[in-house]
Every structure is written in C-alpha cells, then in structure tokens.
C-alpha cells in the first residue's frame, strides 16, 4: 500500500507524524478477525503510541487498553475506555499512580514484585477496597531479539520471578485488600519468531500445572504483547500475520475451564499507520560521504539512535538515479542518524523525506533535547 499523503502537504511545515487511519482500522479488523473467533482479548499497550485520535479508534474496535504509568491510565479514562477494560502494569509504580488506577477500579494490577504487593494491599486498604492483581512472572524465556527490548529473562528487571511463585501465593493469603485474579508475563518486543510464543505457552502451562496441583485455578492469563512487524517491507506487508500469532497459542497454551486469555500488542497494532514526514535541510558532499541534513533528528524518532533500528528512508519528492546518502537530523550528537550508506534517488534541499513504519514508539518517544519543538500529527484517511 503507497504513502497517502495530505493534498496541502507542499505548503505544510515539517517534520510532522503522519498517521494513515485507514490503514489503522484495516489492521484492527484483522486483528480482532483472528483474536475474536479464539477468544482471546487484545488490550492495546499505550506506550506504542498514546494519541488521543488513535486510541479513540482503537476503543472503538472493542480492545482494552495496557497502561504502565498514571498518565497513561488517565489517558486511557480520558479517551473513553471503560474501568473494567484497563491494566495498569510496571515495575516502578508510585503511590500516586496506584492512589489514582485504585480510585477509578481499573480492572487489575499487573504486579511486578513482592514489595509492590505489600504496598498495593496497604494502599488499596486506605481506599477501603480490594484490588484485582495479576503477578506477573519473568518466565526465563529468550526472545532472540534486541537486548534492550528483551525483557522475559532472569537477568531483566521484569516480574516475579517462578522460582519466587510458592512464597508469593503464601504471601497473598495475608493481604486482604488484594484478589488474585491472574498470570501474566511479557518476554520481549520486536518478536518475529513465533516459535518464541510456543516456549512462553509451554512455561505457562508448566506453571498452571503446579499451580493446580496447589489446586489454584486463576481466572486469566495474560501473555503480554511483543508481535513484530515487517520494517523492512511496509509497503508490501503492512498488517502482521495475526490469524499465526493466536494461532501459535491456541495451538500450544493449555487454557483451563473458562480462563479468559488476554494479549497486550502494542508496535503490531499502529507501527506501520505512521511515518514521520521531513525535509532535507541540506546536502552535504565530503570526500568519504554525502550527507542528507533533515530537518527531522532523533528528538521525533530515537529508534535509529537507541537500539540501531532500521525504518526504510524514501524520497518522495525526486525521481533522479541513485546515489548513496547518510540520512542524518540536525541534532548535536553523532548518533543522531536514522540511516548510512542509503540508496536514495538524487537528494536535494527541500525534498520530502519519509521515515516509515514509525507510528509505534515514534511520537511517543519523542523528547525536546536542544529545545525543540515536538513535531505535530497530521491524519489522513
Ligand atoms: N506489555 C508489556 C509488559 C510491555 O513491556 C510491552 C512493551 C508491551 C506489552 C507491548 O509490546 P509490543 O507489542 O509493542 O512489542 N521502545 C522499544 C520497545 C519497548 C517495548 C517495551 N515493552 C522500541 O522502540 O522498539
């Protein structure tokens, strides 16, 4: 599928994000297409992209909504998603932000520690209430993807760990203000290998096994989110495979007798609906490199300067031959650079650059280093 453009797109000021919505509601059609018939229930993971405009058509094609701050569960209220419909997960919460999801009865905390159980039940109780908790385990399953995104391993930050599982639910039968509603876990982001997702279901249901010999039968699952998506090609494949990854745990997660399974995709749902549009500021000849100065940097987009991430670069303004460009921003820092050695069509001032398959962990990673002003969203379809 091209890049629709806006029509007054040659008088608008850049860089902005550009959002197909039509793109978006074809991929939340598929989505609900392949999770729905399986009964499974897809909450959308905020931190991919917390526009107000796309989180209105996420609600309205019936998913739920993954938060992991306070702002993000106010976010999600405040666009209209229901109390019931609302996660709140996360290593680090303050009270404040507990204080907040407590008072408006989200559905459930997604516990991250033994600590953070103790706190909940004490603040829960201050609200004379008794909130819903999922524990969420680190699982000790390897993604086999980028290190800074892999997060279902003993040496993360993330979740309880199994080991810690018999003195945790012993734990729980003294805090009164919490129920224990479910299991979750998240191994990683950028997942491509579905096979991965098959490991996640074996441990799960190793654990589900243990926990009924205990004779525990929890209400829900949650296997996180972590589907990835096709960087390279966004134009010929621009909606993940969904029917295969609920295939994947339909086929291999043992679910219990009315045990609700939910996932929390966030990158596989609005990834490839955005692009960030910009102009090259300049050309630049050296000796050893051309460079092509945009007026976009890695203030709108960090993938490229965080973790090394590709997004395919297009010139959308010149039809000249090719010639070989480091795509660069204007920022004071040498890994402000979102490509080397691109093949692009001769590049002059002034053209139209567009980063592709950036709606998911763009806009919302965007940050004001050297005072900058965040880049605007523009919508079409
Ligand atoms: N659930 C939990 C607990 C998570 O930590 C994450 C992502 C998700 C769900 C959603 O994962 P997704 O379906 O989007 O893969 N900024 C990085 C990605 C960080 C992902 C963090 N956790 C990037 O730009 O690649």
Redo the contacts with the bound molecule.
């Keep these: 599928m091209p890049l629709q453009l806006p029509a007054d797109i040659a008088s608008r000021s850049t860089p902005f994000y550009l959002y197909d919505l039509t793109l978006l509601r074809q991929t939340l059609t598929a989505l609900q297409a392949a999770a729905r018939p399986r009964d499974f229930h897809v909450h959308y ?1 905020l ?2 992209n917390a526009n107000a405009e796309i989180l209105a058509l996420i609600r309205e094609h019936g998913l739920g909504a ?1 938060c ?1 701050s306070g702002g993000e569960v106010q976010r999600a209220l405040d666009t209209g998603f229901a109390p019931q419909d609302i996660v709140f ?1 996360g290593v680090g919460k303050s009270d404040a932000e507990i204080n907040l999801a407590l008072a408006a009865d989200i559905w459930c905390f ?1 516990a991250e520690s033994v600590e953070e159980l103790v706190v909940l039940n004490e603040l829960a109780g201050a609200q004379n209430r008794r909130a819903r908790v999922a524990l ?1 385990l680190n699982p000790n399953v390897d993604a086999h993807t ?1 290190h ?2 892999t ?1 279902g391993l003993e040496a993360n930050k ?1 979740g309880i760990s199994v080991s810690e599982l018999a003195a945790v639910i012993e734990l729980l039968s003294t805090l009164h203000n919490l129920e224990l509603v479910g299991l979750h876990a ?1 191994i ?4 491509t290998n579905l096979t991965v997702f098959a490991d996640l279901s074996q441990k799960l249901n190793e654990i589900q096994d243990w926990l009924s010999d205990r004779g525990i039968m929890l209400p829900h699952l949650n296997v ?5 998506i096709d960087y390279q090609r966004p134009e010929e494949n621009p909606i993940p495979d969904f029917e295969a990854y609920f295939r994947m745990f339909e086929e291999n997660l043992v679910r219990r007798p009315g045990q609700q399974v939910h996932v ?5 749902v609005v990834a490839q609906c955005g692009t960030l549009i910009s102009r090259v500021l300049y050309v630049k000849r050296s000796q050893q490199t051309n460079f092509a100065i945009l007026d976009a940097g890695m203030t709108e987009l960090i ?1 490229p300067a965080l ?1 090394g ?1 590709y997004h395919l670069i297009q010139n959308l303004t010149s039809q000249g031959s090719r010639q070989i460009y480091d795509v660069v921003g204007p920022i004071c820092e040498s890994s402000d650079t979102f490509g080397r050695e691109v093949a692009l069509p001769e590049t002059n001032r002034g053209d139209l650059i567009a980063l592709r398959s950036a709606g ?2 763009g806009e919302v ?1 965007a940050s004001n280093y050297n005072l900058r002003e965040k880049a605007p969203a523009v919508y079409v379809g």
């Design positions: 993971a931190k991919a993954d992991v997960a997604n969420r980028h800074y995104i997060t993330f998240h990683g982001s950028q997942i996180g989110g972590g589907l990835g929390e995709l966030g990158r596989a993938r973790y991430s998911a962990y990673m």
